[in-house]
C-alpha cells in the first residue's frame, strides 16, 4: 500500500521544541542470538541509500533545531567507515546544531575502536563513547556471540580516556549457566577501567531472536529468576559501594556524569529522532519509523513517509507514561512536580493501585514522593502495566 508523501512540516516541533535527538545507524558486523534491534548484518551495500535517506528524512525539519543531546546509537554507528562516518555528523550536525554545554554520545563496538576513529570523534566534538563491552569472560562472550575480546575493552577504554571523552559501558548478566563469582569478575573488571557509567541489563530472550528459538529447542536454559535477582542486587551493591550512584533501574554513574540524553526520556520530554526504527515524541504523538531497515530505504528514498506507528497521547496517557519513567529513577516522583508538569494528582490517576503497591513494599510514598523500594527494584517490569 503506498503512503501519502511525507509532509515537510510533519516533523516541525508543536509548542517548545525538543533539544534531543537521536539518530539510528542500523550497521552491525553481524547480530548477536539475543538481539533484537532494528540493524542489518554484513550490509554495507546499504551504507549510501542509508545516508540518502537520513538527509531527507532531516530535511523534513524545514528548518536547524539546535540540541542540548544528541545520541547515535545502532545497530553499531562505529561499523561506519571513517569517511561515512565523517558525512553522517556532518549531516547531522547541519539539521540539529549543539548548544552550549552539549553532550554527544556515541555508540561503539570496542573492536572497532581505533586511534584514527577515536581522533575523528575528537575533533568532531563527540563528548562520550558507550561501549557494548557486555563481558569481560570469554565463554560469556563467546554465548553472547560478541565479536571482541575482553582486551579490546580496555584499550578502547584507553583511547577514549585519553582523548578526553567520557566512557560508559554496558554489561549483560543473567547468561545461561552463569554464576555469582562470574558476574563479580565482570563488576570488578569493569570498576577497573574507572569508567564515569556503567548500565547493568540482565539477559532477555525476546521473540524472534536467535536465542529464543533456542530456548524454545530447549538448547538452552534462561537462568533461574531468583539467581537474576541476586546479581541484580549484587551489582546494585558493589557499585555504590565504589562510589557509583544509581540513578535509574539499570544505569550508575560517578557524580556528575549521568547520561544527559537518557534523562531526556525519563523526564517525559520530547526528542527528535531519525532512521529506521526510530522513535520520536513531540507535541505529546509519539511516532516510530518501520523497522525494517530496506523497507524505510524503499519508502525514504520514494518520497513516502518512513512513520509505521503513530500514537496521539491523551493528557492522562501521557501523565500515566511520566508517572512510570519517572518511577524508574531512584529518586521516584515528586508529587507537586507531576502536577506542574501534568495537570493531574498522582492518586488522581493511581490511588487504588498506589496504595496495593505500597502495602506490598513495592512503591513508597512518604506523601511527597513516591519512590521504588528495593523490593519493587527488583520486579520493576512488572509494575508498569498496572500503572499504565
Known amino acids: 500500500m503506498s503512503l501519502n508523501p511525507p509532509d515537510p512540516l510533519a516533523l516541525k516541533p508543536v509548542g517548545k521544541p525538543p533539544r534531543a535527538a537521536y ?7 553481524h547480530r548477536c542470538g539475543y538481539c533484537n534491534f532494528t540493524l542489518v548484518a554484513d550490509r554495507n551495500d546499504l551504507v549510501e541509500p542509508y545516508l540518502r535517506a537520513i538527509a531527507q528524512e532531516l530535511a523534513l525539519l524545514g528548518e536547524a533545531q539546535p540540541v542540548d543531546t544528541l545520541y547515535f546509537g545502532g545497530g553499531t554507528p562505529t561499523q561506519l567507515s571513517y569517511d561515512n562516518f565523517q558525512r553522517l555528523a556532518e549531516l547531522v550536525l547541519r539539521w540539529h546544531p549543539l548548544a552550549d554545554d552539549y553532550e554527544w554520545t556515541v555508540e561503539a563496538n570496542p573492536a572497532d575502536v581505533t586511534v584514527q576513529q577515536v581522533k575523528l570523534f575528537e575533533e568532531l566534538g563527540v563528548t562520550r563513547l558507550s561501549l557494548g563491552v557486555q563481558s569481560f569472560d570469554p565463554q560469556k562472550l563467546q554465548l ?38 562470574t558476574w563479580q569478575s565482570d563488576l570488578d573488571s569493569a570498576l577497573l577501567l574507572e569508567p564515569d557509567h556503567i548500565s547493568t541489563y540482565g539477559l532477555t530472550f525476546e521473540k524472534g531472536t536467535q536465542f529464543w528459538s533456542r530456548k524454545q529447542k ?3 536454559l534462561e537462568l533461574a529468576e531468583d539467581r537474576q535477582r541476586q546479581m541484580y542486587e549484587l551489582a546494585i551493591d558493589h557499585l555504590t559501594a ?4 544509581h540513578y535509574e ?3 550508575f554513574a560517578r557524580p556528575d556524569r549521568r547520561s544527559r540524553h537518557n534523562q531526556v526520556y525519563w523526564s517525559g520530554a520530547p526528542y527528535f529522532a531519525a532512521g529506521p526504527g526510530a522513535s520520536r515524541y513531540i507535541g505529546g504523538v509519539r511516532e516510530t519509523n518501520h523497522r525494517s531497515t530496506t523497507a524505510y530505504l524503499k519508502r525514504m528514498l520514494a518520497g ?28 521516584g516522583v515528586d508529587r507537586e512536580e507531576f502536577f506542574q508538569q501534568t495537570a493531574w494528582q498522582v492518586d488522581a490517576l493511581v490511588s ?9 513494599d ?8 513516591v519512590r521504588l523500594t528495593r523490593k519493587g527494584l527488583l520486579v520493576s517490569d512488572a509494575l508498569w502495566p498496572e500503572l499504565l
Open 242 to 245: 565504589a562510589r557509583f550512584e
Open 304 to 331: 513516502e513517509s518512513p512513520v509505521a506507528e503513530r500514537e496521539e497521547l491523551s493528557p492522562e496517557g501521557q501523565a500515566r507514561e511520566l508517572l512510570v519513567f519517572g518511577l524508574r529513577r531512584l529518586e
Open 144 to 181: 553472547l556471540e560478541r565479536d571482541h575480546q575482553a582486551s579490546d575493552n580496555s584499550r578502547a577504554t584507553s583511547l577514549v580516556k585519553a582523548a578526553g571523552m567520557q566512557v560508559a559501558v554496558d554489561l549483560i548478566f543473567g547468561c545461561p549457566q552463569e554464576t555469582l563469582a
Open 218 to 220: 530447549g538448547q538452552l
Open 249 to 251: 533501574v539499570s544505569n
Open 352 to 360: 487504588s493501585q498506589l496504595a496495593r503497591l505500597c502495602q506490598l
Open 23 to 29: 539518530i539510528h545507524v542500523p550497521f552491525c558486523a
Open 362 to 369: 513495592l512503591l513508597q510514598d512518604d506523601g511527597r514522593r
